[in-house]
């Protein structure tokens, strides 16, 4: 019921009991979850903070990413927010940063792109050389960039070949 969503949702502008946290951890229906993320698009308040550090998992993270993909740009961008400011498990923050490149719109790849560059491992390395071949120019320049860094092997060919991209803004990474 959308009450009880707002005032679940408000109490995270006070200081909540942990139960009230809890639940909303629990949460995974598109609906709240789109309500929930809505709330972090903008970055964490302090108030809140300290209470979603405690938080193990979330709900809406435990289908794989399809859950994301389904939300909008602003839902993606609090679940970006959320992950990489809350300190969660670096798995799960992968997770959120794998999805929104692979179903997030434009603007938001280039928001997880930029995210990119705090993983490393072989996962991490497989991403980026995949996301090279994104479709937008901002998302694969942000990328490029991280080539050289993560000690990917064939970087240097790699980045030999941007520099022939028909896009500037890869180019200019390059």
Request: glycine share 8%; with cysteine.
């Amino acid at each position: 019921r959308p009450g009880v969503m707002r005032l679940l949702l408000n109490y995270m502008d006070v200081d909540a009991p942990s139960s009230i946290y809890s639940i909303l951890a629990r949460r995974s229906d598109l609906t709240f979850v789109r309500h929930f993320l809505k709330k972090f698009a903008g970055g964490i308040r302090p108030s809140a903070r300290s209470y979603l550090k405690r938080v193990e998992s979330f709900g809406w993270l435990k289908d794989g990413g399809k859950l994301l993909a389904a939300l909008g740009d602003e839902e993606q961008r609090g679940a970006i927010q959320l992950a990489m400011d809350l300190g969660m498990s670096r798995l799960q923050a992968f997770e959120i940063i794998r999805a929104v490149l692979k179903g997030g719109n434009a603007v938001t790849r280039r928001c997880a792109a930029e995210h990119l560059s705090g993983f490393c491992g072989t996962e991490a390395n497989e991403l980026i050389v995949q996301t090279l071949e994104d479709e937008d120019p901002g998302v694969q320049s942000r990328v490029a960039k991280l080539l050289r860094n993560h000690n990917i092997p064939r970087a240097t060919a790699k980045l030999l070949e941007l520099l022939d991209s028909p896009l500037e803004a890869v180019r200019e990474s390059a």
